[in-house]
């Protein structure tokens, strides 16, 4: 409730304070929403484009994505004008896809029999120009890979061996954590001046990280894999505070040296982690809740989540989740329209 008032509130200053005129193209705000599988949606609510869409780009955007639920919010109670929203976020989306590499989608839903074509980075295919005004940014899980990591964690466990200790001295071609993180650190900064130099006049917000891993690792039933299967206690503390907290500090130091606004989702969404009951959780396990198009089984893994009648959702928010971190970052996107 209090959410709704601030967006009330916040949308009758802005129409106070916006000029009047007619309707048209610079009577609206451009937004323009970045990212990877966390801002995309994939399996929350239907595809967007819809399945069998000839526009579809494999890159498995959902209509109950944080965008799309702050989109509607905005047309609901406008901050003194309509908001065009342009969302090219695609899941598996790493940092320098953001700004300068193309990307090869990677989408299990109903792929062409050649495979997805590569797109253009989202900074191309968005269009950023001098008439954006909001880009908001939620990206680099992927550059580390989290996702990578969590499954060697599940490999480590399964076979009684430490993920820490093989991140924190890995083997030879293997990047340690701390080698990971400076890295991200680099490509996350040179990521944001390219958007600062695309679209000079916008307001660009960063978006972190939810808490995907419990406070304590021994809240997780051990091999569930509707939380988080074989990764043992103490590497999901490790993944936690290691890796997890440090990549969101990353994202909101290297935001802040930008004059960046910084979106902690972290903070709000503890104790929803993977680990919780299926009513609490924002965020599904290894195997979970998601719609009916998503698979359960993931290609080129033994990973078969139809044994425990679940989809193969690996750590990923769910409708709860995309609900909490809208409501923070439509907060945002309308304090940051009322300081332009």
Request: glycine share 10%; with cysteine; proline share 8%.
């Amino acid at each position: 409730m209090r959410t709704r008032a601030l967006a009330v509130g916040l949308a009758l200053a802005a129409a106070a304070l916006a000029p009047s005129g007619s309707a048209g193209a610079a009577d609206q705000y451009e937004w323009v929403a970045l990212g990877d599988s966390y801002t995309a949606g994939v399996f929350v609510g239907d595809p967007q484009p819809p399945l069998g869409d000839a526009s579809r780009d494999g890159c498995d955007r959902t209509a109950n994505s944080y965008p799309d639920l702050v989109d509607r919010e905005l047309a609901e109670f406008p901050p003194g004008k309509a908001v065009h929203l342009t969302n090219v976020s695609c899941g598996n989306a790493t940092i320098a896809n953001i700004a300068n590499t193309k990307q090869t989608p990677i989408s299990p839903v109903q792929p062409p029999a050649d495979g997805w074509p590569a797109v253009d980075p989202q900074i191309q295919r968005a269009g950023l120009g001098d008439q954006t005004d909001i880009v908001t940014i939620g990206v680099g899980g992927n550059s580390l890979p989290f996702g990578g990591m969590l499954l060697k964690c599940l490999e480590q466990g399964a076979s009684g061996d430490s993920c820490r200790d093989y991140y924190t001295n890995p083997p030879e071609g293997e990047e340690s954590i701390q080698d990971k993180l400076a890295r991200v650190q680099d490509e996350y900064i040179e990521m944001l001046a390219q958007v600062h130099q695309a679209a000079p006049n916008a307001k660009v917000i960063t978006v972190g990280y939810p808490a995907v891993l419990p406070e304590e690792g021994s809240a997780c039933n051990r091999p569930a894999l509707t939380e988080l299967g074989s990764i043992t206690h103490a590497d999901v503390d490790w993944l936690r505070d290691d890796v997890l907290k440090p990549l969101n500090t990353t994202i909101q130091q290297v935001a802040s040296y930008f004059g960046d606004r910084y979106v902690d989702i972290y903070s709000p969404s503890v104790g929803h982690d993977a680990c919780q009951p299926a009513d609490i959780k924002w965020v599904e396990g290894i195997c979970g809740d998601a719609e009916d198009y998503w698979p359960a089984k993931v290609p080129g893994t033994l990973l078969n989540c139809s044994l425990v009648g679940k989809r193969a959702t690996l750590v990923h928010p769910n409708a709860a989740g995309h609900a909490n971190t809208a409501a923070h970052v439509e907060r945002a996107i309308r304090i940051a329209l009322l300081e332009r």
